[in-house]
């Protein structure tokens, strides 16, 4: 086993940070990022850096120990952007610095702007990607952080994550790059889309310490779409440096973050006399009394707001989520109302509600995930017979990754609810190539199209794919999506709609479709 004498070393002009199993844990700074809400996005394209020094200032005097550096906003030059943005940040920040980009031109500009050791954020583990990314990293004698990412896009398993991990290991050592030198991402997913996510990161943290490979963590993602994200974080935190966490991407102004990761590096024996908790408590949040809590408590569904009547139980089923009641709610109301009705009144009227509750933070990722696999159940149950009727469903719609983009964890959820509102969805997967979507929509008869893109590396392909569906099918409806991606970009390469959300993309689709409920046929 490989056991790196000094762990990953990131460096600036003064200051030294050594990363790695049983070495101090690694803050690095998340605020510096044109996807965070904040006057980055309007000054950056604007050559201004004021509010980019501030926050370079203020994570250093929280304590961050490497600024994160990204300005992926899709109009701007990036590699000008990003050599600017490092010199900023390096006139305001003697620290380390991340260079965090998904284009390597844009690292590559990044890596020559700084001086010392930096850290590359990040590429993945296809072949494409890997070695061209541990080649740059070599070539400017930087670290490199490694997303367990292949062709075959997110793994599905832990075993396979783990399988990801050790063909980066492999890949590393075939190109003589030194495995102190990479940085692996552990892969936080919602804990709100997979209940089991949260262990199987633990456990690949835990290989990776054992390995003796650094590792690092995005916390905040674990929380994603639930309540009280502060307390999940927190907690996820500290059980991700019990189980051998090096570094971790997050905000080093949150002071709970900050006093969590002080504590849980003291107990884990990485702060010798405890002299940096000691010297990091008077930034502690002092005592105080319960606070009334903000965040609206996510309580039983309120299904007394569902109209009395026959459909009743059915609504009560998709909204607590039981798929099998539903069902059984279903094939015992088409004994006695047609399949429309079925949907347009028992279906439609409690995931508008499941919706409303959402929006308003009473329902939370998870439930509104079984509430439209329980929908769909139902759905599923009136569109059989509908289908053998002759009847046509109340609108088809593809839905994609754009390729070179492989998350879709977003466009999954998003599938499932259309399905579980009476559309017929067909998924392509992530990572899918243009012709292919267009030959697909061109013979599939589809009204509408949806377009994902995490990546900003992506956009470009996504403003493409959209160009060219708008040519070749100017009948067909065109929406884009995904974290990197806004109203304005969507607008700016010519798509019909954008929306923030799953729930918000439903209606987004029935307000273009102008299908409120199914037809009579």
Same mark, same amino acid.
């Given at each position: 086993?490989?056991?790196?004498?000094?762990?990953?070393?990131?460096?600036?002009?003064?200051?030294?940070?050594?990363?790695?199993?049983?070495?101090?844990?690694?803050?690095?700074?998340?605020?510096?990022?044109?996807?965070?809400?904040?006057?980055?996005?309007?000054?950056?394209?604007?050559?201004?850096?004021?509010?980019?020094?501030?926050?370079?200032?203020?994570?250093?005097?929280?304590?961050?120990?490497?600024?994160?550096?990204?300005?992926?906003?899709?109009?701007?030059?990036?590699?000008?952007? +990003?050599?600017?943005?490092?010199?900023?940040? $390096?006139?305001?920040?003697?620290?380390?610095?991340?260079?965090?980009?998904?284009?390597?031109?844009?690292?590559?500009?990044?890596?020559?702007?700084?001086?010392?050791?930096?850290?590359?954020?990040?590429?993945?583990?296809?072949?494409?990607?890997?070695?061209?990314?541990?080649?740059?990293?070599?070539? !400017?004698?930087?670290?490199?952080?490694?997303?367990? +990412?292949?062709?075959?896009?997110?793994?599905?398993?832990?075993?396979?994550?783990?399988?990801?991990?050790?063909?980066?290991?492999?890949?590393?050592?075939?190109?003589?790059?030194?495995?102190?030198?990479?940085?692996?991402?552990?892969?936080?997913?919602?804990?709100?889309?997979?209940?089991?996510?949260?262990?199987?990161?633990?456990?690949?943290?835990?290989?990776?310490?054992?390995?003796?490979?650094?590792?690092?963590?995005?916390?905040?993602?674990?929380? !994603?779409?639930?309540?009280?994200?502060?307390?999940?974080?927190?907690?996820?935190?500290?059980?991700?440096?019990?189980?051998?966490?090096?570094?971790?991407?997050?905000?080093?102004?949150? +002071? $709970?973050?900050?006093?969590?990761?002080?504590?849980?590096?003291?107990?884990?024996?990485?702060?010798?006399?405890?002299?940096?908790?000691?010297?990091?408590?008077?930034?502690?949040?002092?005592?105080?009394?319960?606070?009334?809590?903000?965040?609206?408590?996510?309580?039983?569904?309120?299904?007394?707001?569902?109209?009395?009547?026959?459909?009743?139980?059915?609504?009560?089923?998709?909204?607590?989520?039981?798929?099998?009641?539903?069902?059984?709610?279903?094939?015992?109301?088409?004994?006695?109302?047609?399949?429309?009705?079925?949907?347009?009144?028992?279906?439609?009227?409690?995931?508008?509600?499941?919706?409303?509750?959402?929006?308003?933070?009473?329902?939370?990722?998870?439930?509104?995930?079984?509430?439209?696999?329980?929908?769909?159940?139902?759905?599923?149950?009136?569109?059989?017979?509908?289908?053998?009727?002759?009847?046509?469903?109340?609108?088809?719609?593809?839905?994609?990754?754009?390729?070179?983009?492989? !998350?879709?964890?977003?466009?999954?959820?998003?599938?499932?609810?259309?399905?579980?509102?009476?559309?017929?969805?067909?998924?392509?997967?992530?990572?899918?190539?243009?012709?292919?979507?267009?030959?697909?929509?061109?013979?599939?008869?589809?009204?509408?199209?949806?377009?994902?893109?995490?990546?900003?590396?992506?956009?470009?392909?996504?403003?493409?794919?959209?160009?060219?569906?708008?040519?070749?099918?100017?009948?067909?409806?065109?929406?884009?999506?995904?974290?990197?991606?806004?109203?304005?970009?969507?607008?700016?390469?010519?798509? !019909?709609?954008?929306?923030?959300?799953?729930?918000?993309?439903?209606?987004?689709?029935?307000?273009?479709?102008?299908?409120?409920?199914?037809?009579? $046929?």
């Amino acid at each position: 086993r490989f056991e790196p004498e000094a762990g990953t070393a990131l460096a600036s002009r003064g200051r030294l940070q050594l990363a790695g199993p049983g070495r101090p844990f690694t803050v690095i700074g998340e605020r510096i990022n044109v996807s965070r809400k904040s006057p980055l996005r309007d000054e950056i394209p604007m050559g201004e850096w004021g509010t980019l020094r501030l926050e370079a200032r203020k994570q250093t005097e929280a304590g961050a120990a490497v600024p994160d550096v990204n300005v992926g906003l899709p109009s701007i030059d990036q590699e000008g952007a +990003m050599a600017e943005a490092v010199a900023a940040v $390096q006139q305001a920040s003697d620290l380390p610095l991340s260079i965090d980009s998904d284009s390597l031109s844009v690292i590559e500009a990044g890596l020559r702007a700084t001086a010392g050791i930096p850290l590359i954020n990040s590429f993945t583990a296809r072949e494409d990607s890997l070695r061209p990314g541990l080649a740059l990293a070599a070539l !400017h004698g930087a670290a490199a952080a490694v997303l367990p +990412m292949d062709e075959e896009g997110l793994p599905e398993t832990l075993d396979a994550r783990i399988a990801v991990i050790k063909k980066v290991l492999a890949a590393a050592d075939e190109e003589g790059f030194p495995r102190r030198g990479l940085v692996i991402d552990g892969l936080t997913l919602a804990a709100g889309a997979d209940l089991d996510a949260a262990r199987s990161t633990l456990v690949t943290l835990a290989f990776l310490r054992d390995e003796g490979v650094t590792s690092m963590l995005g916390v905040s993602n674990i929380s !994603h779409g639930m309540p009280a994200r502060g307390l999940l974080n927190r907690t996820f935190l500290a059980m991700a440096m019990a189980s051998g966490l090096s570094a971790a991407i997050m905000d080093p102004t949150d +002071m $709970q973050m900050m006093e969590t990761a002080a504590a849980s590096e003291l107990l884990a024996g990485l702060d010798p006399k405890g002299a940096r908790f000691i010297s990091a408590s008077k930034n502690f949040a002092p005592p105080s009394s319960p606070a009334v809590p903000k965040e609206p408590a996510a309580g039983a569904p309120s299904v007394s707001l569902l109209p009395e009547g026959p459909y009743r139980p059915l609504g009560e089923a998709v909204l607590e989520g039981d798929s099998k009641r539903a069902a059984l709610s279903a094939e015992e109301l088409l004994q006695t109302v047609s399949p429309i009705s079925l949907v347009n009144e028992g279906v439609i009227p409690a995931l508008t509600l499941v919706g409303a509750m959402y929006d308003e933070g009473k329902f939370f990722l998870p439930q509104l995930i079984s509430a439209a696999a329980a929908a769909e159940t139902a759905c599923g149950k009136a569109m059989e017979l509908i289908s053998a009727a002759g009847g046509e469903p109340r609108g088809k719609i593809l839905l994609a990754t754009v390729e070179g983009d492989l !998350h879709d964890l977003g466009k999954n959820v998003l599938g499932t609810i259309l399905r579980s509102h009476g559309y017929l969805v067909k998924d392509l997967g992530k990572d899918v190539p243009t012709e292919k979507i267009l030959d697909e929509t061109e013979k599939g008869g589809y009204q509408v199209v949806g377009l994902s893109a995490l990546m900003t590396s992506t956009m470009k392909t996504m403003a493409a794919t959209v160009a060219k569906l708008r040519e070749s099918c100017p009948d067909v409806f065109v929406l884009a999506g995904g974290a990197s991606v806004s109203d304005a970009f969507a607008k700016s390469i010519g798509a !019909h709609g954008f929306a923030p959300d799953a729930v918000s993309a439903v209606r987004l689709v029935e307000s273009l479709l102008g299908n409120e409920n199914i037809k009579e $046929q």
